[in-house]
């Protein structure tokens, strides 16, 4: 799950009193060390502590935070950094350089090549509004409308549930298991961007995917993805719930479906910013994921799906009722993530 925010939005980074900027990682570190990077900041005691555009000592074009002139891209990230790490972000650095790179028009790794580029305020202005908006908890991939999953660029907007990189887990499951076996039909339920739809398509070039939403707005981002992504031969959009829009057997079914409990503890701002009927399901959490495994057995003789830890068992006793073997994946944190089962 994303992290947390702070209750009290911290001050703009860019405002009078934000303080010093945080040290960078030893990651970055060592990359500047490597690119024999030498601090832009100039101090100056002749202009009171506030945030002045125009120049700096000699001339050099700046903003003025506290008594220094910020000069460099470099610095601008220091600064918001240390205001999202304040504000509760879990990957403070990487969200600043990926509402940075998005906000100048530019990929984030030059950014590696533009530490010492001099922003202007008009660079500035945009660049600060998303730096708020992330502050208060929107995800960084509404911000910028875009999020990786397996290696390919999603469409993403508050129509959808943003990508998680536990998903991937189920993709490299099923890729796994399809890849030697030609023509397989698959279905995804609850397709939402399609961005598990989209990459099984992707990495089984032989394959056809059925992808379900309840959700035409979903469906809507779906489409778009699927057609810029290439695989609009290969993957079906279809309007319904569960596994009632599919008329004919499958190979497989995988599926991210909502399983966060209704009544469960409060969230962090930015998951509770994304759809929350792509979140929350009834009955503990459980609801939609027995409605599945209830039915999947005439529909297919495998499903893949990712599942919370909270739900576990009561999923796994479902899955034994109508698949002969059941298994358990673990995510990258160690977590129960992924059910498989199947019939022979």
């Not at 490597?34 to 202009?47: E, I, M, P």
Request: overall charge negative.
């Amino acid at each position: 799950m994303p992290s947390s925010s702070a209750e009290a939005t911290p001050p703009d980074p860019f405002e009078e009193g934000a303080g010093k900027a945080p040290e960078l990682s030893a990651v970055h570190a060592g990359h500047l060390g490597q690119c024999g990077f030498r601090s832009s900041v100039r101090r100056t005691t002749s202009a009171p502590p506030s945030v002045l555009s125009g120049t700096g000592p000699s001339g050099a074009p700046g903003r003025q935070i506290a008594g220094a002139f910020i000069i460099t891209l470099l610095e601008i990230l220091r600064l918001a950094t240390g205001h999202l790490e304040r504000s509760g972000s879990g990957s403070p650095r990487l969200d600043a350089e990926l509402l940075l790179a998005h906000s100048l028009g530019i990929r984030r790794l030059d950014l590696y090549l533009q530490f010492e580029r001099r922003l202007e305020e008009a660079e500035l202005v945009p660049y600060r509004a998303l730096l708020a908006r992330r502050a208060r908890g929107e995800p960084v991939a509404y911000l910028t409308g875009r999020k990786e999953f397996m290696k390919l660029d999603f469409e993403v907007t508050p129509d959808v549930l943003v990508p998680n990189p536990d998903t991937e887990l189920l993709v490299q499951r099923a890729v796994a298991w399809a890849r030697d076996r030609g023509s397989v039909v698959l279905a995804d339920i609850g397709t939402g961007s399609g961005c598990i739809a989209v990459a099984l398509a992707h990495y089984l070039p032989a394959a056809r995917v059925v992808a379900v939403d309840a959700s035409a707005a979903a469906l809507a981002v779906a489409e778009r993805n699927v057609s810029r992504l290439g695989v609009a031969d290969r993957v079906e959009l279809r309007l319904g719930d569960l596994l009632a829009p599919l008329t004919e057997t499958v190979d497989a079914v995988c599926g991210n479906l909502p399983y966060l409990d209704e009544d469960a503890d409060p969230l962090p701002a930015e998951v509770l910013a994304q759809p929350r009927e792509a979140l929350f399901t009834g009955d503990g959490g459980a609801e939609l994921l027995l409605r599945l495994l209830a039915g999947a057995p005439e529909k297919t003789r495998r499903v893949f799906l990712e599942i919370d830890p909270g739900v576990l068992e009561r999923v796994v006793a479902q899955a034994r009722q109508g698949f002969g073997h059941v298994e358990v994946h673990r995510d990258l944190a160690g977590l129960d993530r992924l059910l498989e089962a199947w019939n022979d």
